[in-house]
């Protein structure tokens, strides 16, 4: 059965995870794009992560992965970035905080390269760039 993925869903797991949470018009603004590329996880019924992008015709664009801390460290965010993979079948990018060593790990584990790095893109914290090649 294919999980329905709602504003309300993302929104609260982003309040959760990311002390720069998207606004609900930004989760609704995703959503409603036709590019939007977003998986929800549940766990007996109960949200507990999800993954969104936006899938083009040659590439996509990893923006969130999101895993509520009660579930963290159960595989959940590297099931949820398979799925993506998956569902986009392109050239994947992302960017995430050079601090992130967990999501750092996640990227390597799965084939993403370091393409680049964007200094004090975050203020205190560089924003490094990664690309996954896929070959269909």
């Known amino acids: 059965m294919k999980n329905l993925v709602t504003a309300e869903m ?3 797991i982003e309040q959760a995870c ?3 949470s998207w606004s ?3 989760v609704k603004s995703h959503l409603n794009s036709p590019n939007s590329a977003t998986l929800i996880k549940t766990v007996n019924g109960v949200p507990a992560g999800y993954a969104a992008g936006i899938r083009l015709d040659h590439e996509s664009e990893l923006y969130r992965i999101a895993v509520l801390p009660d579930y963290r460290g159960q595989g959940l965010g590297k ?3 398979l799925r993506f993979l998956e569902k986009c079948k392109t050239a994947v990018f992302l960017e995430v905080r050079s601090k ?3 999501a750092i790990r996640l990227y390597e584990s799965v084939g993403f390269i370091e393409t680049g790095r964007r200094r004090g893109y975050y203020g205190d ?3 490094v760039i990664y690309q996954l090649t896929i070959n269909n």
């Open 79 to 81: 099931e949820l970035l």
């Open 10 to 12: 993302i929104y609260k």
């Open 18 to 20: 990311f002390s720069d």
């Open 24 to 26: 609900m018009e930004m």
């Open 125 to 127: 914290d560089d924003a």
């Open 100 to 102: 992130n060593t967990a």
